[in-house]
């Protein structure tokens, strides 16, 4: 009769419980392959196409190239990119916790096996008025089983893989991003000396211009006020040239710091910029969901939160457990493994919770809080990536019209320059006038190379918003 009250009343715990049983793995990635559908069908509703005019004609012909960075055909940057994968150091504490994320995941599969622990230990005892001593040995194998009925020890194994694979993507999103920052820092320290140079020459056609206005103001052609405002706009050139020159080394310091080196600003760039590279295909919005490495991190984050809420409501279940020992006593150590001294146990224990004052559902309901976290994260990385997606496209359209544009405007006014010295040099203009056209010229100059160096840019951030190869 007590063991059928027993078994009664263990039948009504796990019928009481059993409105907390958990998915199996099968169940379980379905509800996630349904979640992230529901999230990129019905709460992004992801179009078809991107929406920029740009990726519905030029982008969608060509493959794309086997590394985004190689089509720049420049090896002085890969050179530099690859440097800093080796040695940059925000790029070594993200393969840390990558490493250490898959040590976890590994880690947790022991719990699914059984342990095993060998004990062995010794004493000597006797009466204290000198009576006689005995030796006592004893040595004991334990072993023990937790028997994951329920799946709440795979359903925590396939949260720490789902972790470690998030941990994957972060570092390789990481890698990407190191990759676009070492390219765009180099395009800016090339861009610095460039614009240092135009200040220069600027610079020579100003002190060209400041000789003509002391000839002519020594020969009583001009006045003291031409003079002085040539002076005026030499100071000027030379400070703008001082900032440049300063701006250099900080972008050089800060690529140096990329590498993994000392910021001395000692590197050694060229001076040239790389020619544009032709658009990559963007393909469809959707495809960027699997191929963006932020984006696969955040979907592993949801699979994380699903196995953790199952492995809180597997919490709630009863935990079935096996343990067995052998062990051993004697007054010697050549007699404790004598058959005759061993005695062996096996046992079976059912550990059923009844009462925890609500903790163990609230952890169900704060795993379940987690995992609606989780997929309005995954949402909101969708969105930003398609943001950077449509921002890209659209910008590289208008930095190749305002290219177009500072074009003409650059061959213009460098035209509208010669004319302005030549008239100025016999005497039919004013200074004033020609300083100005030769300004005029030189920042139509400066800006046509900035558009230059922000289409180099540009591009980088368009592969690194597509994902893909790097």
Not at 208 to 221: C, F, H, P, T
Not at 380 to 402: C, I, M, P, Y
Request: with cysteine.
């Amino acid at each position: 009769m007590r063991t059928i009250r027993l078994i009664s009343l263990l039948i009504i715990v796990l019928l009481t419980a059993s409105c907390a049983k958990p998915m199996n793995t099968q169940q379980r990635e379905q509800a996630i392959e349904e979640a992230i559908e529901e999230v990129a069908e019905e709460t992004l509703k992801t179009p078809t196409e991107w929406s920029a005019e740009v990726a519905k004609n030029a982008l969608k012909a060509g493959d794309a190239p086997a590394k985004w960075l190689t089509s720049f055909n420049d090896p002085v940057m890969l050179k530099l990119i690859k440097e800093a994968r080796t040695n940059n150091q925000d790029l070594k504490v993200a393969a840390g916790n990558m490493d250490k994320a898959w040590l976890l995941a590994k880690q947790s599969g022991a719990a699914l096996k059984p342990t095993v622990d060998l004990s062995l230990g010794g004493g000597r005892s006797g009466g204290v008025d000198g009576g006689s001593a005995s030796n006592n040995v004893n040595v004991g194998l334990e072993a023990s089983w937790e028997l994951d009925v329920w799946g709440r020890l795979r359903a925590g194994v396939s949260a720490s893989e789902a972790s470690a694979q998030a941990a994957e993507a972060d570092y390789i999103f990481a890698q990407h991003s190191l990759s676009a920052n070492v390219a765009t820092s180099y395009f800016i320290v090339i861009e610095a000396k460039l614009q240092a140079a135009i200040t220069r020459k600027n610079l020579a056609i100003l002190e060209e211009s400041m000789r003509i206005a002391q000839v002519k103001y020594d020969n009583g052609l001009s006045s003291a006020q031409d003079v002085a405002l040539n002076r005026a706009n030499l100071a000027t050139a030379q400070e703008q040239l001082i900032t440049i020159e300063g701006s250099e080394r900080d972008a050089t310091r800060a690529l140096e710091v990329l590498l993994g080196r000392y910021p001395s600003a000692e590197l050694d760039i060229s001076d040239v910029l790389p020619d544009l590279p032709p658009p990559p295909p963007a393909g469809v919005p959707s495809e960027i969901l699997e191929r963006r490495p932020d984006i696969v991190s955040a979907e592993r984050q949801i699979a994380l939160a699903f196995n953790a809420t199952d492995q809180a409501k597997a919490a709630r279940l009863p935990k079935f457990s096996l343990t067995t020992s052998l062990s051993g006593a004697s007054e010697s150590l050549s007699d404790v493994l004598n058959p005759s001294n061993l005695v062996w146990k096996l046992m079976g224990n059912i550990a059923a919770p009844l009462f925890d004052g609500g903790r163990r559902k609230i952890d169900v309901e704060i795993a379940t809080v987690e995992q609606k976290q989780a997929i309005s994260t995954y949402a909101q990385t969708a969105l930003t990536a398609f943001s950077e997606v449509e921002n890209n496209l659209d910008q590289g359209k208008v930095l190749a019209d305002r290219e177009t544009a500072l074009v003409e405007a650059y061959t213009q006014s460098k035209k509208a320059r010669r004319i302005a010295e030549l008239r100025y040099k016999e005497g039919e203009s004013e200074l004033l006038d020609t300083l100005q056209i030769q300004q005029q010229a030189f920042t139509a100059e400066s800006n046509l190379l900035s558009i230059k160096r922000s289409q180099l840019e540009q591009r980088i951030n368009l592969y690194l918003s597509l994902g893909g190869s790097w």
